[in-house]
């Protein structure tokens, strides 16, 4: 068996739901790679669940009304069935104000502290004039006190990359109503981020395989690394587990600290469900793998902070210790990180009305042609614009045109001339490259998902469906009556051949591969979805929330080339993939935004 790995999904926020951006940067990459992990022989952990600490939750549950429990059940579920309806086969996502999560996070917590990873100092908070209520870093922009760039945020510079202070910046005012703010003196605990620049240097320079940018910018920013504080003045979030804190009503974590410990809480809760409370630690000590994935924004938080937590929850920081509750953890393996998917240039923006959400999205096209889009032409390496003109393009052209057909006219001869798999008999030079181009796909595309070259691996795959079709226009199987066992054996290899394209293209495109695995004669699941469940808290029986999980262990897809069996009924084709209404590409849905 091959080694265990750690699919660790960004935590989305649960104030709102999420759109095509959010799921191009976390949501459809890993499930991608997840599910040819999966295919491929290795045990999966995929967990994740919605980030619901912090100001943001208080002041959208004003916003709406609704209480701050609420407000977080309202789109917990929502973004579950959301990421349910894309297909996202998580072995558990779930949510951050579980009792579990909570025990978790205070336990990491005390093995930072006892370690001397954590100290207390005073400094300036912001608040708001208006509520009293503190000002989270992320609400606070302004002018970079470094580079002059005026859209920094309080806790860093999306320009240059620098972690920020709030009262380090120039013109400062908050990003909720305007105002600026008002900075008063208040204790708090910091992550001494600077007792681990040794640690951290060392272990970056053995990370040769991430995405250059990804590496170069985390490296970039160790040396202006400084103590990074870890609670807030707020009451809404997990209590401080120390003699003068734990009491405090208004001393809580800061929500960017409980949330990266999600991976961790996530897979205890994981195992604690499957009945082995030990079944976790699998996934997170050697020889097992951890790939993280996120949007480009997310970066310093994986490649330096999460890490960080990590070294000093192990004792293998800078100032040494002893491992903590969890004993030695793994490090990630690679931070997958996404650049953005804009709209017309900018970032996608609930504020400013430029946003497609996802739900939306499903409802009129459903999964597989967006999971396609973001796989084939989504910002993998650099910031990608999406339009409506390339999305009706590749959805007709590629999916519908090039694959649906392949599927639909192989399937349909066969079906119509001999009614199962046709037996091949003499076949020739051009059959058996065909064939050959296929079967060799599987090293190519894999070797691409493993690295999560995403958009490399579908156009490889692709590349082959565009040799079946040319091969079908050449050979003319729809010519060869008089020729039955030449159309036969022609038929036999396009099948062959569409049966090895539907397993390349699984990760990518479960759903219709689903719908192609039983048009062959298939029976039982080909790519297992995920399903909601509605569970108690582990630790307050009280509380029930919904959790995606499902069974993706069963016999589903493998990634290598299976023979087809000659003789096997085949199903009467219905297409594939519906192809959308040119006009689409000018304008757009109804309800999407104006591009």
Known sequence: MSAPVLTAVAWPYANGPRHIGHVSGFGVPSDVFSRYMRMSGHRVLMVSGTDEHG???LVQAEKEGLTTRQLVDKYNRVIAEDLQGLGLSYDLFTRTTTGNHYQVVQDLFLALW???YVQSKTQMGAISPSTGRTLPDRYIEGTCPICGYDGA???????????????????PRSRINGEVPKFIETEHLFLDLPSFAESLGSWLSTRTEWRPNVLKFSQNLIEDMRPRPITRDLDWGI????DGWRDAPMKRFYVWFDAVIGYLSASVEWARRTGDADAWKQFWTDPAQAYYFMG????VFHSLIWPSLLLGQN???????TPGRFDTLNLPTEVVSSEFLTMSGSKFSTSRGTVIYVGDFLKEFGPDALRYFISVAGPENQDTDFTWDEFVRRTNFELANEWGNLVNRSVSMAHKNVG???APTAPTAADAELKALAKAAFATVGDNLRRSRFKAAATEAMRVVGAANKYLSDEEPWKRKDDPARRDTILHTALQVV???NTLLTPFLPHSAQQVHELLGGKGVWAAQPEIREVDDLDDPSISYPVLTGDYAGEQARWESVDIEVGKPLVKPEPLFTKLDPKLGETGPEWAPIA
Do not use: E, W
């Open 114 to 116: 006892r370690n001397g």
């Open 55 to 57: 100001t943001p939750i």
């Open 420 to 422: 199962a798999v046709p």
């Open 315 to 321: 004792g293998a920081g800078d100032k040494g210790g």
């Open 239 to 242: 209590p401080v587990p120390l």
């Open 153 to 171: 945020r309080g806790d860093q510079c999306d320009n240059c990359g620098n972690q920020l202070d709030p009262a380090d910046l120039k013109n």
């Open 296 to 299: 480009k924004d997310n970066i």
């Open 499 to 501: 049966s090895d394209a």
